[in-house]
């Protein structure tokens, strides 16, 4: 059975961090959640539509955050005890939010997606992410599925979405985000998709899923991509 400790390290293997922490109380404060979003908007409309009124605001909770002594991590257990781990790494000369997956079987774990002004991903498609989102698994940060679809957001790029995820992201802005439009909002970051954009994902021949985005750890063709083995691990841990 998997604790909570389990799910709340002290340490992530294969990962050099500093002192991990959970902060679940910033789940709850809407200002977290327009910074945390921010790396998905690419225009002008969906920056005032994100941040409204509040800019300056956002601007100064993550200036803040940004300047913690802690890492602020925050966990998402999926299932056969693989978890997600999105962490805010307060580096004083290298800050940036970085989305690892993880086994206790391994090694190492596998870092999918990392911010820090130069994005590299995307690491999850559409169906991962909700399948993620929509779980219900205990002992992580949070089983809201809302809380759970934005956390993992800017890891996310897929260029093919159904019809009915703008009012299900739309859902979760109107839940934790308190912006005053989240359909047009809503509509505008899945287009945009962050730094990477849309991605396309595929199925190799030996079932690993990948895509073709530039800037990947997914995608075979990028001389920094994972391995296959560790791919299809990915891939396995990552399925609906």
Same mark, same amino acid.
């Given at each position: ?6 799910? /709340? ?6 990962? #050099? ?37 509040? /800019? ?46 993880? /086994? ?53 790029? #897929? ?15 109107? &839940? ?9 909002? &809503? ?16 199925? &190799? ?36």
């Amino acid at each position: 059975m998997t604790n909570s400790a389990d799910l /709340h390290p002290a340490r992530i293997p294969g990962y #050099d961090s500093g002192t991990l922490t959970h902060h679940t109380e910033f789940l709850d404060e809407p200002l977290f959640w327009l910074g945390h979003l921010y790396p998905c908007v690419q225009s002008e409309e969906a920056e005032e539509l994100l941040f409204s009124a509040d /800019h300056d605001a956002a601007a100064d909770f993550h200036r803040q955050l940004w300047e913690r002594g802690d890492w602020p991590t925050f966990t998402i257990p999926l299932t056969a005890d693989h978890r997600l781990h999105v962490v805010y790494r307060t580096f004083a000369d290298d800050v940036g939010t970085d989305y690892l997956l993880h /086994h206790p079987d391994w090694d190492q774990a596998e870092l999918l997606a990392q911010d820090d002004g130069h994005f590299i991903g995307p690491g999850l498609s559409w169906p991962e992410l909700v399948a993620a989102a929509d779980n219900a698994l205990p002992g992580g940060s949070t089983t809201d599925p809302p809380a759970r679809l934005l956390l993992l957001l800017p890891a996310f790029g #897929d260029d093919d979405v159904p019809d009915d995820a703008i009012d299900r992201l739309a859902a979760a802005l109107r &839940a934790h985000t308190g912006v005053e439009t989240p359909e047009p909002l &809503a509509a505008a970051l899945l287009d945009e998709q962050g730094a990477s954009g849309p991605a396309r994902w595929t199925t &190799a021949g030996d079932g690993i899923r990948i895509n073709d985005g530039e800037s990947s750890f997914r995608n075979p063709t990028n001389r920094f991509a994972l391995p296959a083995a560790r791919l299809s691990q990915v891939a396995a841990a990552l399925a609906s």
